[in-house]
Nanobody, 128 residues
């Protein structure tokens, strides 16, 4: 299983970026895909997740109303649309997947150790 994250870049505050995470290597009927971010000197934190089975989405409070996670089933790709970006959104963004979510509660989706595969990071820099 491979996850390829892309779409990072540098923008000014108030701008937008769309990150992509492409899944390859195997096909899964059900999974949970998450986005996390890690700023310099800080721990990796949850940003958003999507449950493929029913399209349910979950967000960190810090990004609610500004970020949108979505999926393209035909392309096995998950997107993170980021609007109204702030300097505090500056971080390396990582996508991750749980390939066997079963019936586990969504309360787990924000936990780093919930996911069994991770992609490489894509850097997002927001200037004021």
């Amino acid at each position: 299983v491979q996850l390829q994250a892309s779409g990072g870049g540098s923008v000014q505050a108030g701008g937008s970026l769309r990150l992509s995470c492409a899944l390859s290597g195997r096909t899964f009927s059900s999974y949970v895909m998450g986005w996390f971010r890690q700023a310099p000197g800080k721990e990796r934190e949850f940003v958003a997740a999507i449950r493929w089975r029913d399209g349910s989405t979950y967000y960190a409070d810090s990004v609610k109303g500004r970020f949108t996670i979505s999926g393209d089933n035909a392309r096995d790709t998950v997107y993170l649309q980021m609007n109204s970006l702030k300097p505090e959104d500056t971080a390396d963004y990582y996508c991750a997947i749980d390939t066997n979510p079963g019936s586990r509660s969504s309360v787990y989706y924000s936990r780093r150790n919930y996911y069994n595969y991770w992609g490489q990071g894509t850097q997002v820099t927001v200037s004021s």
